[in-house]
Structure formats: structure tokens, C-alpha cells
């Protein structure tokens, strides 16, 4: 059986959970094309980089085969056949866009003068990781009187059981608990309650427990440190603005509890890879949360810090329903593999080579 052609333009790395390309090349003769705008010689000569990419990936794909599949949505003037992929309608929604600054959002840029919205429009796909994600992608483009479900296509993302599996580990005795938060300073991540929550867990609960963020130091760095001031946790709250992938997963392997208290996502890729390295997850009840976690998480309210408080401690205390939650983490990643993603979009794309009558 001969191999799917299919060009990649990824903005993701070679490790990314979007893109498998050792898998990838079992199936598909492929060829990635490199990004190339910042190279100091383009600098020099003042080129447009939107344009000189879009006419780069324009003649290289053609050399290759027509179907290209770009791991995000970049606003150039592309000829179909495409599939793009399309995260989630953050960036449309000024709360969660950037921030605290709302006005940074696609401000000027809805509608017909919206260039990803254009691109989105003549893309022959369009996947996205989620039900929810899709659900919204409908709503957005329904408000700009556009119908696109049909094109769009639910693919999960997945977890690399090869990099993120458990090790035997040990309870931590009371009182030298530790949660890991991971996720970018952006509000919707949801910080301010997670801290508060931890200093409702020792005042409620008794509970003296540390907490590791794993974020950048950006816009909002100071409002999450004047807010660890507030509830005098600078001894119990760590902050990592970088961490090794190694470094990361030993953190899932050995931290007791992993807080993932979003307001909004479209996927939530933390929650598998702490699933699959047996660490119990607490999570928000909203957004796409549910849909991704399954039965291996407790899920509380995000926008309550005593019901984070409440299930922190919850988990931390009961075996059996800490253990419970481990069990169906595991059980919750086999939808999240590596295979399963290939599969789906093996059969994305073969799907529209017949629909097009490509060879």
C-alpha cells in the first residue's frame, strides 16, 4: 500500500502533542516545510514575511503533493486544498484573549475583514481537539453568518506514553503535601483562585500544603505575586518560568496532586499527561474540562476557591477516592494515544483525497 502524500508547515516543534513525526512518516511521504521568517538576511532586506511565506509554502508544497496541514492558522493568502488546525476561539473573546488588557483581542478584525476568518472559510478542513472547541468554532462563525460544521473535524490531541508514564511512588505524610500547577499567566488559567484556595486549605482543612507554578513571567506576574503577598504564602508557593520536559514529568510522577483550575480551554493537554503519570487531577467543571478528563478527575467549581479548597482536600485525604481517580486517569489517556491520533488523521486526509479525487 503506497504512502498519503500530505505537506506540514508546523509552528510546533518535533516534540509537540499536535504532531507525531515518526508515526507521521509511517504513513504519509511526507515533507515538512520549515518556517523561515527572522533568518538575519530577511531582516536585511525588509521583506514582507506573511508574503514571502505564504509564496514559499505555495511553491514548495506543489513539488511535493496539493493537500498541505498547518498545525495553526496563519492569515496568508493560501490556495486550497488546506486543513488547518483551529484550537479554540480564544482569541475572539476579549475576557481570555491576553489577559488583562481586553483591547488586545482581534479587535477590528471580525467579519469579512478578519484574515483567519477568510482562511478558515476556503480551508477544506478544519480540526479541532474537542467537541466543546468545535461547538464554539459553530457559534463564532454562525454570529458572522458563516456555516462551517460540516468541514470541521474532532481530533483529541495525545499523550506520549513513552514520556509521561508513572513510577511507583509514596504518600506524602500530612502537612508535606505538594499540588503542581501547571499553565501559562493568562486569566483564564485561573491563578487568584488557586491561590486563595490554598490558603483556604489550611485554614478550613488544617492542611499545610505547597504549591509549584509552572508559568511565565509576563503581564500578570505581579497581580499573582501581590496576591501570594495578600495570603502571606510566599514560603508555600513555588514559581518555575521554565522547566526541562524531563524536569516536568518527574513533577507528574511524584507531586501529589495536580490543580487545573481553567476557566476556559480548548483541549487541556496537562490533564493527560498528569493522568498518565498516575498523578490525581482537580479540575474545573466548565469549558472543555470534562469532556478531556473523563472520570479521572474530581471536578470543582473554578470560579468558587472553597469548592478548589474543599476538593484539594478531598483528594489528599481519601485513599479511595484518590486511588479511584488514578485508576480511571489511566483508563481515561487510551483514548489519547499516539495511534489513535495517527489514525484519525490518516483517515482525515485519505478522506479528502477521495473527495477531491486527488492522486
Same mark, same amino acid.
Given at each position: 500500500m503506497s504512502l498519503i502524500k500530505l505537506d506540514i508547515w508546523p509552528e510546533e516543534s518535533k516534540h509537540s502533542q499536535l504532531l507525531s513525526y515518526s508515526n507521521l512518516r509511517n504513513i504519509f511521504d511526507l515533507k515538512v516545510l520549515k518556517r523561515i521568517k527572522g533568518r538575519p538576511i530577511f531582516n536585511k532586506l525588509h521583506i514582507n514575511?506573511?508574503?514571502? !511565506?505564504?509564496?514559499?509554502v505555495e511553491i514548495q508544497r506543489r513539488k511535493?503533493? +496539493? +493537500? +498541505? &496541514? &498547518?498545525?495553526?492558522?496563519?492569515?496568508?493568502?493560501l490556495k486550497p486544498p488546506y486543513i488547518v488546525l483551529f484550537h479554540d476561539t480564544i482569541p475572539? !473573546?476579549?475576557?481570555?484573549?491576553?489577559?488583562?488588557?481586553?483591547d488586545k483581542a482581534y479587535k477590528g478584525l471580525f467579519g469579512d475583514n478578519d484574515a483567519i476568518i477568510k482562511m478558515t472559510l476556503r480551508a477544506t478542513k478544519v480540526i479541532t481537539p474537542s467537541f466543546y472547541s468545535k461547538n464554539k468554532i459553530v457559534s463564532l462563525f454562525n454570529s458572522l453568518n458563516y456555516d462551517i460544521k460540516d468541514?470541521? !473535524?474532532?481530533?483529541p490531541n495525545f499523550v506520549d506514553r513513552k514520556i509521561f508514564y508513572p513510577i511507583e511512588r509514596e504518600k506524602s505524610k500530612k502537612g508535606n503535601y505538594k499540588i503542581l500547577f501547571v499553565g501559562t499567566d493568562n486569566v483564564r488559567k485561573n491563578h487568584i483562585n488557586a491561590i486563595e484556595s490554598l490558603y483556604l486549605l489550611k485554614k478550613i482543612y488544617k492542611i499545610d500544603a505547597e504549591m509549584t507554578v509552572v508559568t511565565a513571567k509576563r503581564r500578570r506576574f505581579q497581580e499573582i505575586r501581590n496576591t501570594i503577598d495578600i495570603y502571606s504564602l510566599n514560603e508555600k508557593i513555588k514559581w518555575l518560568t521554565f522547566v526541562e520536559l524531563q524536569q516536568l514529568v518527574e513533577m507528574y510522577r511524584t507531586y501529589d496532586l495536580f490543580l487545573f483550575p481553567s476557566y476556559e480551554e480548548g483541549f487541556g493537554i496537562p490533564i493527560i499527561e498528569a493522568q498518565a503519570c498516575g498523578l490525581p487531577v482537580v479540575a474545573s467543571n466548565v469549558s472543555?474540562?470534562?469532556e478531556v478528563a473523563g472520570k479521572g478527575a474530581l471536578f470543582v467549581d473554578p470560579y468558587d476557591p472553597s469548592s478548589i479548597a474543599e476538593g484539594i482536600f478531598r483528594v489528599l485525604t481519601d485513599d479511595e477516592l484518590r486511588n479511584s481517580i488514578v485508576s480511571e486517569g489511566f483508563k481515561n489517556v487510551n483514548n489519547y494515544t499516539e495511534d489513535k491520533y495517527i489514525e484519525r488523521i490518516r483517515n482525515l486526509v485519505q478522506k479528502?483525497? !477521495?473527495? &477531491?479525487n486527488m492522486t
Open positions: 514575511y506573511d508574503f514571502f !511565506e505564504s509564496r514559499f511535493n503533493v +496539493l +493537500l +498541505l &496541514m &498547518m498545525t495553526h492558522i496563519y492569515p496568508h493568502n475572539w !473573546e476579549p475576557k481570555w484573549a491576553y489577559g488583562v488588557d481586553p468541514k470541521i !473535524e474532532v481530533i472543555c474540562i470534562p479528502v483525497y !477521495e473527495e &477531491m
